[in-house]
């Protein structure tokens, strides 16, 4: 297990996305009296000395975090993981999607205890599901990245699946496991159904 402490960790936020099924900034949509991002904002913060927003939206400033924006004009949750870990100045790296509210810090320290020395650790669960938008990505990680953007491609399992990786198996034998845990937010259904859950 690598030695890990707060100080040595970014966390970065994913909230690029179009938010086209949704009909409005899903980042922004408050569930029980926070916002979505908010959520995944305090997940990250008890693992790590900086958490920063990934977008090219500048109006995050009530959430006291730093907002950085992509380099490059595809709208893509590759290029925001890519420009941010350009900015990063940790070896580790947190990456979450605003839209996963349900996530938890437990599950966060769960993928960095089983991270090992790989570039990219990604839960994997239900039917050997991966989640590309909740891991760790190391600095080192930056390579393959390079590459897959270079060539246009922006399949994030096609490039965890290229890159030196660990899936991170999360399931029922893990305390902190609900169902819900990878709930993902999209559509106006899936925000009534969290709802009732969170």
Request: charged share 20%; with cysteine.
């Amino acid at each position: 297990m690598r030695s890990m402490n707060t100080k040595s960790i970014t966390g970065i936020v994913l909230a690029g996305g179009r938010s086209s099924r949704m009909g409005s900034d899903k980042s922004l949509m408050s569930l029980k009296g926070k916002t979505m991002i908010e959520y995944a904002i305090n997940a990250l913060k008890p693992l790590c000395s900086k958490v920063i927003v990934s977008s090219n939206n500048f109006i995050y400033d009530f959430t006291g975090c730093e907002v950085w924006p992509d380099e490059l004009p595809e709208r893509a949750p590759m290029i925001g993981i890519y420009s941010c870990l350009k900015r990063s100045e940790t070896d580790v790296n947190i990456v979450l999607s605003c839209d996963m509210p349900l996530m938890s810090t437990g599950m966060l320290e769960h993928l960095l205890e089983n991270s090992g020395n790989h570039d990219i650790s990604v839960p994997i669960h239900g039917n050997h599901f991966i989640e590309p938008l909740c891991g760790i990505y190391m600095k080192s990680s930056l390579e393959i990245l390079k590459e897959f953007v270079e060539k246009g491609n922006f399949r994030l399992n096609e490039c965890i699946q290229a890159a030196s990786h660990q899936l991170v198996e999360a399931d029922s034998n893990l305390s902190f496991y609900t169902p819900e845990l990878f709930s993902n937010i999209n559509s106006p259904e899936d925000f009534r159904n969290i709802s009732q859950t969170r």
